[in-house]
Nanobody, 127 residues
């Protein structure tokens, strides 16, 4: 079992930066691909970014390319999402997710979703 806890959310001005953290329990963190998703009331959950076991491969949604960076520190059982040039449209609850394979994160289907999810952290971008 893996438990994920997000932190680092808050209120930030448009154009500003924020770094989210996701701390995982257990000893097998390095064997999981990790990802970030987001959801705002009235909208569907959407993929943000994902990273492979070793951090050698990263994937991003089109709307965050060039602005967000996902990284991980396996020694600390933590994955990060550095968010720069934030826009009001980035306002959402951000969720951390983990799975043994990248496919469930990058291209999830009805029958193949991420195995583990955090409770989410609110990010609010003001103008």
């Amino acid at each position: 079992q893996v438990q994920l806890v997000e932190s680092g959310g808050g209120l930030v001005q448009a154009g500003g930066s924020l770094r989210l953290s996701c701390a995982a329990s257990g000893r097998a963190f390095s064997s999981y691909a990790m990802g970030w998703f987001r959801q705002d009331p009235g909208k569907e959950r959407e993929f943000v970014a994902a990273i492979s076991w070793t951090g050698g491969s990263t994937y991003y949604a089109d709307f965050v390319k060039g602005r967000f960076t996902i990284s991980r520190d396996n020694a600390k059982n933590t994955v990060y999402l550095q968010m720069n040039s934030l826009d009001v449209e980035d306002t959402a609850v951000y969720y951390c997710a983990a799975d043994s394979a990248l496919a469930a994160l990058v291209r999830p289907t009805a029958s193949n979703q991420a195995d583990y999810w955090g409770q989410g952290t609110q990010v609010t971008v003001s103008s």
